[in-house]
Nanobody, 118 residues
Framework: QVQLVESGGGLVQAGGSLRLSCAASVSGSIFRISAMGWYRQSPGKQRELVASITSGGSTSYTDSVKGRFSISRDNAKKTVYLQMNSLKPEDTSVYYC??????????WGQGTQVTVSS
């Protein structure tokens, strides 16, 4: 059973920074070949993909976070990170980690709350 555990959320003032972490309970070989992503969802809104990283390290970001957020991965620690800088109140949301597995499978973490005060 794949488990993803997020951490690092919290309350921060606008302009501040946070780093989210997502630790995966899978074998190292599976983690290395899996794409990973961070999503966020606010009340009444659809869950949106914020950033993703392939097994090869290629990254992609939604337009609203480009230049402010950075996704990275540490295969030895089986962990993916989301560095969030210059945070804005509109970044307030629950952030979820996702692992794309084999044969179309997908696994989610439980989410971590990020609140940015103005």
């Amino acid at each position: 059973q794949v488990q993803l555990v997020e951490s690092g959320g919290g309350l921060v003032q606008a302009g501040g920074s946070l780093r989210l972490s997502c630790a995966a309970s899978v074998s190292g070989s599976i983690f290395r070949i899996s794409a990973m992503g961070w999503y966020r969802q606010s009340p009444g809104k659809q869950r949106e993909l914020v950033a993703s990283i392939t097994s090869g390290g290629s990254t992609s970001y939604t337009d609203s976070v480009k230049g402010r957020f950075s996704i990275s991965r540490d295969n030895a620690k089986k962990t993916v990170y989301l560095q969030m800088n210059s945070l804005k109140p509109e970044d307030t949301s629950v952030y979820y980690c996702k692992l794309w597995g084999a044969f179309g499978s997908a696994y989610w973490g439980q989410g971590t709350q990020v609140t940015v005060s103005s």
